[in-house]
C-alpha cells in the first residue's frame, strides 16, 4: 500500500481512524486468544481455561473461551471488511491496533487471570516464572510496538475542519 494517499483516501482515513483502531483491536485479542486456545489448550494440553473443578468443566470452558475469540476474530474481521469498502482502510494504523490488542489480552491473561485469579497456570512444571516471563515479555512487546504504530499513525485533523455524515 502506497504511503501517499488521495484526498479522498486521507479524508477516509481521518474520518475512520477511530474504527481501524478498534477492529485492529478486537482482531489482535481474538487473534491471540485463539492462538492460546488452539495451541496451549488443545494441541500441547498444558492448561484448560479453568482450572479449578473438573475436566469436564475445564472443557466447557475452552469451549466458550474458544467461541469468545471466534466472535471477537470475526468481528474484527468485520469492521475491517466494511473499512476497506469504505476505502477507509489504514493498514499501520489497523496493525498497531491488532499489535495492542493481542498483547493487551496476553498481559490480562497472564497477570489477571493466572497470578491474581489462578484460574490456570500457562504450564504446571516446577519452574513456571520462566514461562511467565516469557508471556510477559511477549505481551509488552507487542504492546509497545502496537502503541508505536497507533501514536505514528494519529491523524492530525485540522481545526474546524468538518466531516460529511457519509464518513462517520
Known sequence: MATECNHSACSNRSAYSTRNLWAG????????????????????????????????????????????????????????????????LFMLRWYGGVLLGGGWFQLYDGTIQHKLMKIHQIRYVENVFVYDLIWIILAMLMIIIGFSLVVRTRSKQQPGKTISNEHQ
Open 25 to 88: 483491536l478486537l482482531f489482535g485479542i481474538g487473534l491471540v486468544a485463539f492462538v492460546d486456545e488452539t495451541v496451549f489448550h488443545q494441541l500441547f494440553h498444558w492448561h484448560h481455561f479453568y482450572e479449578k473443578s473438573t475436566t469436564d468443566i475445564g472443557l466447557v470452558s475452552d469451549g466458550v473461551f474458544h467461541a469468545f475469540s471466534w466472535f471477537a476474530t470475526i468481528g474484527g474481521l468485520f469492521v475491517f471488511a466494511d473499512l476497506r469498502r469504505r476505502n477507509a
